[in-house]
Structures are given as C-alpha cells and as structure tokens.
C-alpha cells in the first residue's frame, strides 16, 4: 500500500462505503475496511508476481460494488429489493423518473392548448398525466426487479451492471469548488440585484397612460431594499469564503442556513405588510390584458410564492450540507 494511486484508490471506495452508513457506525466500519484492503494488498504483493496497483483492484473488484457492501453493514437492510440489484435499481429509477414523466406534462400541456382548453386546465392535465407516470414507473420498475430476484435465480444480463473501480467517483474532483461555479454563484447573485434596480423603472407591462408598471411594491425602496441588498451581501461572503475554503464545510453550511432564514425573513416582513408585490401591477393586469387565463395565472402564482420559496431554501440548504458531508468524508 505504498503507492499514492493505490491509496486514492481505496479511500475512494472506503469514502463511498461510508457515506452510505449511519454516522454512528461509519468511522469503524472505515477504520475496519481500510485495515482489510491494506492487509490484503500487502498479502498479494508479499506473493510476488504482482504490482501494488494490480493487487488493489483485484482486492477492491472481489469486495464488489462499495453501495452493496454499504448495505450488508447497515444493520435494516433492504428486503424489497437485494443488495445486488438495489443500486441499478436506484439508477433506472434516476434515469427514468425525471426525464419521462416530463415529456409526458409537456406533451398533454401542448395537447389541451391546442384544443382550446384554458390555460389553468392544461397545466392541471399536464400535472396529473405526469404524476400518474411517476407512480407506473414505481410501481413496475420495482415489479420487474422483485420478480428477477424472487424468481429468476440470478440477474438477467443487462440489467445489473458488473461493478469495477474505474466506477468509483472522484469525490476530490466532485466536492472541489472550482472557479467556474464560484463565478457563476456571483453572477447570479448579482443578476438578481440589478434586476430589483432595472424593474423600478422598466418593464414590459405598460399602464393605460403607457408608463410601465413595477413589479415590485414602490415601499421597497423605503428602507426594505436596504435589506434585502444585505442579504444577498451575506451570499457573496458564503461564496467567497467556500471558493477560499475549496470545497462547503458544515460551518459554511450553517452560515448559508442564517442567510437563506434572513431572506426569507424579509420577504415574510415585505408580505405580512403587504409590501411585496404592486398593487398597480396585478390591477394593469386585469384591465389592460384582460385576460382571464392570465389573470388566474398570475394569481396561482402570487398565492403560491411562498411554496417555491420554501422548496428552493429547503433545496439550497440540503444540497449545502450533503456536500459538507461529502467533503468531510473526501477531505476528513
């Protein structure tokens, strides 16, 4: 076990094996793990005829896919679907779920415009085919897996891969935070700034008299703005100070938390005093377009604000300390 490659090698696995068990088993199960690969490596080179790099792999190939031995450690297993099936099971699942039932929404969407159905009815159809996709791509996905492994003795070729180190991700690579997203993670932040500057004064909704209708309350300006600018201000120094760090740890994880609850604490201050969106705008809305589709489009989404934010805060946050996981397990 003296080669650098060969020790990547095993961390990469043992880290793999490990992120996959509860935090209370999972420093020995890696201690006990990193002990066995290195023992065994060593065993087959004292053998000779073999290099270090040759003896990890055929080491770490008879040990198996590290999601499997994940889950014979785990002390509830799963018994719907087995160990050796489980992970393609996940990644058809992955594969699937995301791509089909979306096409589907958009087909049907398309489908109910052009016979004339109202905009409200044609997203609702999309929705429910797209949902009902979902539920079929459950239900026989894991109907098919369950009989192969129940009946059929083994796993017909094809639908279990044959797992291999070169499968094994490179969580250095994968948790590094690089220049390109620290620059984009700016870029956004800064678009949503200069559009809060650019719709005081510009926009596409023009009023009776031909003057264009904010989006956002005119109060925003009094004070409010001012906090939400600090807000965003404290994204930046989470985003400097993990492109600095190189990769999220649980404190920046934390301090990206307090800055999502302070966002989310304007906008709750903004909405509780009715100080969010324009009145002027939804009003230009209904007299100037005169369009009952939008109209209730518009008031769909108005009254669904808060559920978008919720999920993209609860999204950002999970995502943060996944990825300060991650890096734990990658960096220690």
């Known amino acids: 076990m003296t080669s650098s490659t060969a020790q990547t090698l095993s961390e990469r696995y043992i880290a793999e094996v490990a992120r996959r068990l509860p935090e209370a088993q999972r ?19 004292a053998e000779g005829g073999i290099s270090p790099e040759t003896a990890e792999r055929e080491v770490l190939n008879e040990l198996g896919d590290p999601t499997v031995l994940a889950m014979k450690y785990r002390d509830k297993p799963a018994h719907l679907i087995g160990p050796e099936y489980f992970p393609s099971y996940v990644a058809l699942l992955r594969a699937l779920v995301p791509v089909v039932p979306t096409i589907v929404g958009v087909v049907v969407i398309i489908s109910a415009l052009i016979n004339d159905s109202p905009v409200w009815s044609a997203v609702g159809q999309g929705i429910g085919a797209a949902a009902q996709v979902v539920f079929h791509i459950f239900f026989w996905v ?19 891969d044959e797992w291999t180190p070169d499968k094994l991700p490179n969580h250095v690579k994968a948790t590094r935070v690089g220049l390109g997203e620290f620059i984009w993670s ?3 932040i800064a678009m949503i700034a200069l559009f809060l500057l650019w719709q005081k004064d ?3 909704l023009l009023n009776a008299d031909g003057n264009s209708v904010a989006l956002f309350h005119p109060d925003l300006w009094h004070g409010w703005i001012i906090a939400i600018y600090l807000t965003l201000a404290a994204f930046v120094v989470v985003e400097i100070a993990k492109y600095r760090t190189g990769h999220w740890t649980y404190s920046l994880a934390w301090a990206n938390g307090v800055a999502n609850a302070a966002f989310v604490a304007v906008l709750a201050g903004l909405t509780l005093t009715h100080r969010l969106v324009n009145p002027a705008f939804i009003a230009t809305i209904e007299t100037e377009i005169n369009q009952p589709d939008v109209t209730n489009l518009v008031t769909w989404a108005a009254a669904n604000f808060w559920v978008l934010i919720g999920i993209i805060v609860v999204i950002n946050c999970a995502q943060a300390f996944l990825k300060a996981r991650e890096a734990e397990l990658t960096y220690g």
């Open 202 to 204: 510009h926009s596409y």
């Open 142 to 160: 894991t109907l098919v897996f369950a009989f192969y492994e129940r009946k059929a003795g083994r796993a017909p070729k094809g639908l279990v």
């Open 186 to 188: 700016l870029v956004g």
């Open 27 to 45: 420093a020995d199960i890696a201690e006990e793990l990193r002990g066995t690969i290195a023992d065994t490596v060593e065993g087959r080179i």
